[in-house]
């Protein structure tokens, strides 16, 4: 059973769409907008023995690769914040005898939209 574990979000794009309001006899079009959000998270399927310390070791893990995103996602404006949390994590995992491989770990995303206004 794969477990998701928050990363961060991030605000998205705008959307915009014209609706046509119907007051008295010509319709007039409407421009609506809306905010939308990014939701990241890490997808785990953990081994069949995961246990308590499993999963400590993986919140660390966790704390350490998100420290290491803000900052290379802050210096080079975004671009970098996943590749660095996926090493960051790997090798943080490998010094704490987590013995995980690729398919275990996935990042995915989810976007939440606001009303429109």
């Not at 605000?11 to 119907?22: D, H, K, M, Q």
């Not at 010509?26 to 081994?47: E, G, K, S, W, Y």
């Not at 960051?88 to 491989?101: D, I």
Request: charged share 15%; aromatic share 8%; with cysteine.
């Amino acid at each position: 059973m794969s477990t998701l574990l928050p990363i961060g979000s991030i605000p998205g794009l705008p959307e915009a769409r014209v609706t046509l309001a119907s007051e008295g006899f010509v319709p007039v079009p409407m421009l609506q907008t809306r905010n939308t959000t990014v939701h990241t998270f890490l997808c785990i399927d953990p081994p069949e023995n995961a246990d308590e310390e499993f999963w400590n070791a993986v919140r660390e893990c966790l704390v350490f690769a998100s420290a290491g995103a803000i900052v290379a996602g802050t210096l080079s404006g975004g671009i970098a914040a996943l590749p660095t949390f996926m090493q960051v994590f790997g090798a943080k995992a490998t010094s704490r005898g987590l013995e995980l491989v690729s398919n275990q770990l996935k990042i995915v995303t989810q976007t939440t939209y606001g009303d429109w206004g």
